[in-house]
């Protein structure tokens, strides 16, 4: 009896952890092989690390996975994201939509074409832009909508693809979480006007640094390759890109290092098949805690055709109510004692940062984001409440990448273990 009492009682009060195994490699990422290796030594040896060859391979087998027409590789996901903003036509005084919450770079390059970024709330489960809050944000100078595809959730893209339809607008589909996710059935990235995905190395397809967009507009494509890929303008056809060719329009050199095309290409090879154990991984650890209180998964229903791909950045939709109103960073605090790994939060508000408010990067005179605008698209504290409630609505989870059933167990023993016990962690 004391013993079993004694593996109840929660690490941060000084009882034992429910994580003892040992994880090995469970969490490691990316998965480099010997073959991987040989890619990388392959281009180093050649010394063709600024060639492009390699890079184009890369880009076809891409585009052949999503089934489209246009892959172009880029030095980042933040350039690929620059880059599908202005092939899409925005430009200055123009206005960009995206959602509250997410990383910077899916929209913070709007400012350095003259735009600005006009904000959608999340929705709570999804942590998605919500498509109810799009269309009332909507003026003559939106061009595009920015939905991401939240820590591996997609977003209601039918939705948003109806909107921008009757609107005439694009929609550039940030995928740098949702390498591999299904929507519906499909892949996320093969829906949007144009798609981006980080390639860095924290994503789920980990390159080192790089970015890759695709599409099926020849259009978007060229102007891509316009913007800032000056070495392949010899692939220009449309006239007012073909005849201005030889200086990449941006000002701007994107080109991939194509030790990271190499590294992807290999990466890529075994993606697929990497991707079903994640996700068998995942879906166990939150089977296991179905009806705990206070931590919810985030993922789409069964038999919703929809997935979260590689789960990057997994999270836990956390609901302090449930739990006596114990806060996610003192859960977070009680889960990591008990020897698993769990922190608060998720990306913080943009809308609130000083860089979309008040600081003036290029000397305007006034704030970056009116600089080529009369209307004031700032959107004070209290303006989204589900992105600013965020922060304190969500934590991460263990990432597993190898289906290890015993690993889960304990990884999982540990949050159950922590929410069923919040009433000590409270009076503790
Ligand atoms: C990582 C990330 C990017 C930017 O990609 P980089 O390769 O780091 O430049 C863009 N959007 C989202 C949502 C990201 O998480």
Redesign the pocket.
């Known amino acids: 009896m004391t013993v079993a009492k004694k593996t109840e009682e929660l690490a941060i009060l000084g009882g034992r952890k429910a994580v003892t195994v040992d994880e090995e490699d469970v969490f490691n990422w990316p998965i480099i092989t010997e073959e991987g290796e040989q890619a990388i030594l392959e281009v180093l040896r050649r010394g063709a690390m600024s060639d492009v060859e390699v890079t184009k391979q890369f880009e076809k087998e891409y585009a052949e996975w999503h089934g489209v027409k246009y892959a172009l590789a880029f030095s ?4 690929s ?1 620059h880059t599908a903003m202005w092939a899409c036509g925005v430009r200055r005084g123009d206005e960009v939509i995206a959602p509250a919450m ?2 910077w ?2 929209c913070l390059p709007a400012l350095n074409l003259g735009a600005t970024v006009v904000f959608a709330d999340v929705l709570p489960d999804t942590l998605c832009i919500n498509p109810s809050d799009i269309e009332h944000r909507i003026t003559n100078r939106t061009k595009a909508i920015i939905p ?1 595809n939240y820590a591996g959730y997609p977003a209601e893209m039918d939705a948003i693809m109806d909107i921008a339809e009757r609107h005439g607008i694009k929609v550039i589909e ?1 995928v ?2 949702a390498h591999g996710t299904l929507y519906k059935g499909r892949l996320a990235g093969t829906i949007g006007h144009v798609s ?1 995905f ?3 190395s924290f ?1 789920a397809i980990a390159i080192g ?3 890759i967009f695709i599409t099926n507009d020849r259009e978007i494509y060229e102007r891509g390759l316009a913007f800032g890929h000056y070495r392949r303008h010899d692939e220009l056809t449309i006239p007012e890109l073909a005849e201005n060719q030889g200086l990449p329009f941006g000002g701007f050199k994107y080109r991939m290092h194509q030790l990271s095309s190499a590294v992807g290409r290999v990466q890529l090879k075994y993606y697929r098949e990497r991707v079903e154990e994640i996700q068998r991984s995942m879906n166990r650890f939150w089977d296991l805690l179905e009806g705990v209180p206070g931590i919810k998964a985030h993922r789409p229903p069964k038999d919703s055709g929809s997935t979260m791909g590689g789960w990057y950045s997994a999270r836990g939709l956390y609901r302090p109510e449930e739990l006596g109103g114990l806060d996610v960073t003192r859960f977070a605090e009680a889960v990591s004692a008990e020897g698993s790994t769990c922190s608060p939060g998720a990306n913080f508000p943009l809308h609130l940062h000083p860089v979309f408010n008040t600081v003036d990067v290029y000397g305007d005179g006034k704030p970056t984001s009116l600089a080529f605008t009369d209307r004031d698209v700032r959107q004070p504290k209290g303006s989204m409440p589900v992105a600013e409630s965020v922060q304190e609505r969500t934590c991460s989870i263990p990432w597993f990448k190898r289906f290890r059933p015993d690993v889960i167990e304990q990884h999982a023993g540990a949050f159950r273990k922590v929410a069923e016990n919040a009433g000590k962690v409270l009076a503790g």
């Open positions: 980042s996901g933040t350039a994201l997410t990383f770079a899916t991401v940030d740098s979480h981006c980080s390639l860095m994503k640094e790089g970015g």
